[in-house]
């Protein structure tokens, strides 16, 4: 029997279908029921055939079994018209038996006659990483660990160089995203054209970029780095518009093959720090005499990486009231992240949190975290029903698409109440394409989940970000509390960000009231929240519980 693949058989839906290994295509001819699928799914999926008949059959076996209700609710609505669009995110048994995440949108097409004759759409499976970056067309930092990874199996001595815009955020402020996103490309395609065939370029996280090259010397390098330096400072767009940039490097030669692979980009990432924070964004080259303060570093990483694998020992949450500054009540509490190591005790957020925040294994912890706070936070909740508990997100959450199962997921699993949790952003998650970073806040308040902004005021970029993120709260950031007593700027600029965020009807928690000279210069602001050392330190569980009990905070 020849199957009828009118209104299927086209070359442009073979060229789509080719230039992705995650993101298929397909086609449903709604008369004849032949459906045509990207081989790539085909391939992956084990499907009989690029076209098929009676899909439903074929695929909806291959659900997993807890998400084939919420599937089929979602596309027998678009079928019957109750809806225009099919968005459905649930999982699908791959030909290895196992299930991967998919996101699957589709929408009914009509004919000349106005008659539905076609849907089409797109699935994105989860389980597999693009190479590609689609903002500069580059090969993106997973390729890059790939090949980083079997250069080094193949014993190929290289020179791997990691380069970052500097205040890229002040960028898309100024301007927006999209015209940010249009200097990376640009900035991007510079530099492509300055290597030589040895040398690969790689975009990384955020406004940063590696550069692998396997026949090259220091001197090439420094010169290569200052060669792209030229280039940023005078950088002018393809439009002939001027955008002066600065950048940070670092550098590292790879002629040690017993060093691990994840070794050699930690040692690189310390150096890019040294280099934008400590060396005035000039060139730094990781040597032997840096070992032993990356070495400890690495020490503790691995430790904290250890820990996390053995189901987050060592690590614990405190708790640091919000409190309402009209009486002085408890109304609810920043969970904050702790580490104690068996060997050297306790270690300071501000040591191992930077270490972590660009690692993989954070995506873990953070499921903890959150998990741990709210299966604490439940015992709140019975001294004042209404208390809210705010958990910090970070960029490496909030930036892999099965965060959303993990959340409802522990939500589930803790039962703890949506509206009383709030979820911080932190000022990593700025790094996020501004689209992304919106339709994740818009999934999280769909819920009945309250969003804040942390740290706000810290970079221009928040300004922008304020009128794009429909946030419940602004976290100002302690650094403008703390000088108030030696700044009028900062007064200024407080009262701006306060009245602004009134006007949005947006809530204000004033971070960093130490003392209660401060606090009497921040009672003209009539915020919803204060949030500092005058009230209470971050203390554990069964102190913050004594706190509840007493309801207010007793100032001495």
Known sequence: MTLDTTGLDNRIFTAFSETSVRRYIFVHNLDTDVVRWSANAVEYFDLPGEYMSGFGKIWTPRIHPDDLCKFEQDINAVFSGIKKKHYAEYRVRNKNGNYVFVTCRGVILKGENGESDLFAGTLINHGIADFVDPVTGLYNHYKFLQTKKELMRAKQPMHIMLIGLNNFSDINFTYNFFFGNIILNQFATKIRNMLNESSTIFRMEGPRFAIISKCSTNAETSELYTRIQELAKHFTTDEDVAIPLTISGSAIQVTDFNLSEQSVYNYLSRAYADSKYKNHSELVFYDTSMQATYKDALV?????????????????????????????????????????????????????????????????????????????????????????????????????????DVLIEVLNETGFPVHNLCLELTESCRNLDIQLLREEVLFYKSLGIKVAMDDFGTGTSCLALLRDLPVDCLKLDQSFILNLPNNNVDEHIVDAFVQCAHKLKINVCLEGVENKFIRSLVEKYKVKMHQGYLYSRPVPLNKYLELLQNKYIVLA
Not at 309 to 331: S, W
Not at 374 to 383: A, N
């Open 300 to 404: 503790l990483l691995t430790a904290l990486r250890q820990s996390i694998a053995d189901n987050c020992e060592g690590f614990y949450l405190n708790f640091q009231p919000l409190i309402n500054p009209d009486n002085n009540g408890i109304i609810g509490a920043e969970a904050l992240l702790r580490y104690k190591d068996s060997n050297v005790g306790e270690v300071p957020p501000g040591k191992f949190i930077p270490l972590l925040e660009e690692d993989a294994c954070f995506f873990d912890l953070g499921t903890w975290i959150l998990r741990e706070a709210l299966t604490e936070g439940k015992s709140f909740l019975k001294y004042n029903p209404d208390l809210v508990i705010d958990v910090n997100l970070s960029y490496t959450q909030i930036s892999q698409a099965r965060f959303r």
